[in-house]
C-alpha cells in the first residue's frame, strides 16, 4: 500500500467555522507533512511532524493546528479561517532521517473559505 | 527572488520531446527532483537526481544536472497526450528532507 488518503475532497466553510481536514497513510511512515497550494502556485510546506512530534512549523498562523494523533494520521484542525486561506491542502509522507526518501502525497482536500 | 525557477509553459506534439528547464540558487541542495501534477491531483515524484550526478535516464525520462550553472532539465522522450500536467523541479539540502518547489511548468501535449 502506498497510498496517502485525505478526507475530505472538497470543504466549503465559513469563517466563524471550525473544522478539520484528515491524512492516513499505512506505509509505516514517520515523517508526516502539510502543505498549502494556491490556485496555479507550487505547494508550500506548512508543518512536519516527525515521530508524532511536531519538528517544523513554517510560521503558519495560528488559525491552523496540526496535530498527529498516530503514526498513520496527521490532522489539520482550521477555525477561523479567512477567504485567502482558500487553497489545495495536501498531505505527505515519507521514511524519516537523512538520505533521500521519497514523499507521498495524497490528492489533497480543496478548501474554500466564505 | 525564488530558490527555483521554472518558464511557466511549454507546448509540444505528440511524438516530440519536451525539455523542462529549471534553475535553482543554492548550490548545497542534496537531492534534485521532478514531480508531476494532473488537474485536481496531488504529486506524483517522477525521478530524482542526487547532486553529484550528471545525468540519470529512467526509460522516456532523462534528468541532467550542470551543478556549475545550477541547472536542471527533465526530457520525456515520445511525449504522450497523458503527459500533459504540470511539471514541478524541486530540491532538498541537509539533514531532513524538506522539499522547495519551483513554480511548475505547464506542459500541454497536442495530437
Known amino acids: 500500500d502506498t497510498e496517502v488518503t485525505q478526507t475530505p475532497k472538497h470543504l466549503v466553510m465559513g469563517m466563524t467555522n471550525k473544522k478539520s481536514l484528515k491524512c492516513e497513510q499505512h506505509?509505516?511512515?514517520?515523517?508526516m507533512y502539510w502543505y498549502k497550494q494556491k490556485a496555479k502556485k507550487p505547494p508550500e510546506l506548512m508543518f512536519v511532524?516527525?515521530?508524532?512530534?511536531?519538528?517544523i512549523n513554517e510560521s503558519v498562523p495560528s488559525r491552523f493546528s496540526p496535530e498527529c494523533p498516530n503514526s498513520s494520521l496527521l490532522n489539520l484542525h482550521l477555525h477561523a479561517l479567512q477567504p485567502e486561506d482558500s487553497a489545495l491542502y495536501l498531505c505527505?509522507?515519507?521514511?524519516?532521517?537523512?538520505?533521500?526518501?521519497?514523499?507521498?502525497f495524497g490528492p489533497g482536500t480543496r478548501l474554500t473559505v466564505l | 527572488g525564488e530558490d527555483v525557477e521554472q518558464s511557466l509553459f511549454l507546448s509540444v506534439r505528440e511524438g516530440d520531446s519536451s525539455v523542462i528547464n529549471c534553475t535553482y540558487t543554492?548550490?548545497?541542495?542534496?537531492?534534485l527532483y521532478w514531480y508531476k501534477q494532473e488537474p485536481g491531483a496531488g504529486l506524483q515524484l517522477l525521478t530524482y537526481?542526487?547532486?553529484?550526478?550528471d545525468m540519470k535516464q529512467d526509460q522516456r525520462l532523462t534528468v541532467l544536472l550542470n551543478k556549475k550553472d545550477k541547472h536542471l532539465s527533465l526530457r520525456i522522450a515520445d511525449t504522450q497526450t497523458g503527459d500533459s500536467a504540470i511539471y514541478f523541479c524541486?530540491?532538498?539540502?541537509?539533514?531532513?528532507?524538506?522539499?522547495?518547489f519551483g513554480g511548475g511548468t505547464r506542459l500541454m501535449v497536442k495530437p
Open positions: 505527505a509522507s515519507s521514511q524519516d532521517g537523512q538520505g533521500f526518501h521519497e514523499q507521498f
Open positions: 506505509m509505516g511512515h514517520r515523517a
Open positions: 511532524y516527525s515521530y508524532e512530534k511536531l519538528s
Open positions: 543554492d548550490s548545497s541542495s542534496t537531492y
Open positions: 537526481i542526487f547532486s553529484n550526478m
Open positions: 524541486a530540491e532538498s539540502k541537509g539533514a531532513g528532507n524538506m522539499l522547495t
